[in-house]
Nanobody
Framework: VQLQASGGGLVQAGGSLRLSCVVS????????MGWFRQAPGKEREFVGA????????DYADSVKGRFTISSDNAKSTVYLQMNSLKPEDTAVYYC???????????????WGQGTLVTVSS
């Protein structure tokens, strides 16, 4: 499985960005997908996830109500819509894929290269 994340950039606090993750090598409906982030000097943390069917989503408390994950099977793409961004959201964001069940374990086997999101105050 190959994952290509994009969409990062510089945005002011309160703004929005949409990250994309294109999945190749596996049919999107065969994998659970997750988003993680790693801020400078901090450990990687879970942001959110979506099940292989698209029927279930899960979010970290820190982004709940502001971030939304969706998927487009026709485009083999998973999105992370980020609204009301805060400076503390600044991080490299990674998408990840795993076999069905990864969603519940928050453990994934395949990782994208990451895309940098910088939120200025």
């Amino acid at each position: 499985v190959q994952l290509q994340a994009s969409g990062g950039g510089l945005v002011q606090a309160g703004g929005s960005l949409r990250l994309s993750c294109v999945v190749s090598g596996r049919v999107l409906r065969s994998v659970d997908m997750g988003w993680f982030r790693q801020a400078p000097g901090k450990e990687r943390e879970f942001v959110g996830a979506i099940t292989w069917s698209g029927g279930g989503t899960d979010y970290a408390d820190s982004v709940k109500g502001r971030f939304t994950i969706s998927s487009d099977n026709a485009k083999s793409t998973v999105y992370l819509q980020m609204n009301s961004l805060k400076p503390e959201d600044t991080a490299v964001y990674y998408c990840a894929a795993g076999n069905r069940g990864s969603y519940y374990l928050r453990k994934y086997d395949y990782w994208g290269q990451g895309t940098l999101v910088t939120v200025s105050s």
